[in-house]
């Protein structure tokens, strides 16, 4: 296998789409319920967050992203939360993925088929919430106790199950022919299956610019809350930047990296969304850093990977 294996096109780029096809596809959507948006506050099971203080890093780079390390790309693939049916699962989405992309670099070139972590099984067990919205700290905890199986275990279908029981099946199966009529479960003729788990062996929430950066740099894509506006809702490309007073996060995106414009010196992080590959620059966006913009400095998330299910007996954050 080459090294860069794992290089599928990722690159920050920005699309540039008939305006038909904008107006048709992404002018007219809207990404986020006002009533009940994807990332909450509090939502579902989360007792607290290990602690696990991140020792300084000297000497951080100008740039680190990623999906470009030496040229070999340790990203999961990028997801739409919103196929096959609109669901507020981001809560979910951006922390599953950007806990993936660390058991990749874990790995390194060890495994040929990039990681990518089961969403709907979040979903299914209410591990942090809903398709009306979570928290990302159960997602964490629910990696910390059961482990979250790969994107093979349950096919994403953007909805909730009819009941929040948890069992096998719900999370990870499989099932025989013949195939099922459109709208209807067919459970019946599923089975649960064993799975690898993928733990997180401690978990922790962070602040800052500079954190940030340490932590990236360190251990990989970190998952942060925003305030989703109208605006960025519309973003297609560049450095964005709005600062809003008093942001209330209702969205939550995986950092994968940050940057420092040659020409105007901008600082800015490189974020990765769950709209799909039509929306931003490749489903990827440039944000200014330093400014707090839309909160995105202020309620991040990260897990260290484990295969190994680590020890429940643990001290929490108050």
């Known amino acids: ?13 920005k699309i540039t789409l008939p305006v038909a096809l904008l107006i048709g596809n992404t002018a007219a959507l809207k990404f986020i319920d006002p009533v009940h948006p994807c990332r909450r506050t509090t939502s579902g099971p989360q007792e607290g967050l290990v ?8 000497d951080l780079p100008d740039q680190w992203v990623w999906n470009d390390v030496n040229g070999t790309n340790y990203l999961t693939n990028l997801r739409n939360q919103h196929i096959p049916s609109y669901c507020g699962s981001c809560w979910a989405q951006g922390t599953t993925s950007s806990l993936a992309d660390r058991f990749n670099i874990m790995l390194g070139d060890q495994n040929p088929t990039p990681v990518a ?3 709907q099984t979040i979903i299914n067990c209410r591990a942090g919430g809903s398709c009306e919205g979570g928290n990302p700290g159960g997602v964490y905890e629910f990696a910390f106790k059961e482990g979250i199986p790969d994107s093979s275990c349950e096919q994403y279908v953007a909805k909730d199950l009819d009941s929040s029981k948890c069992t096998d099946i719900d999370k990870c199966k499989d099932c025989t022919w013949p195939p099922c009529p459109e709208g209807e479960t067919c459970q019946d003729k599923c089975w649960a299956v064993d799975y690898k788990h993928y733990y997180a062996k401690n ?13 990236i740099y360190k251990n990989g894509p970190i998952s ?8 960025f809702e519309e973003y297609t490309g560049g450095i964005y930047s709005e600062h809003k007073l008093f942001a209330m996060i209702n969205h939550e995106i995986a950092v994968v990296g940050y940057g420092k414009d040659k020409e105007t010196g901008q600082e800015y992080w490189i974020g990765r969304n769950s709209w799909g590959t039509y929306w931003g620059e490749d489903g990827f966006f440039r944000m200014a850093a330093g400014k707090d913009g839309l909160g995105i400095e202020n309620d991040c998330t990260a897990g260290i990977p484990s295969f190994d299910k680590p020890s429940q007996d643990v001290t929490y954050v108050n």
């Not at 610019?209 to 932590?215: S, V």
């Open 51 to 58: 602690k696990t203080p991140l020792e300084p890093v000297n």
């Open 117 to 119: 972590l089961d969403a």
């Open 224 to 231: 942060c809350g925003i305030d989703a506006t109208d605006k």
């Open 203 to 215: 978990y922790y929430s962070l602040r800052g610019a500079e954190k940030m950066k340490a932590e």
């Open 1 to 13: 296998l080459q090294k860069n294996h794992r290089n599928f096109n990722l690159k920050m780029y």
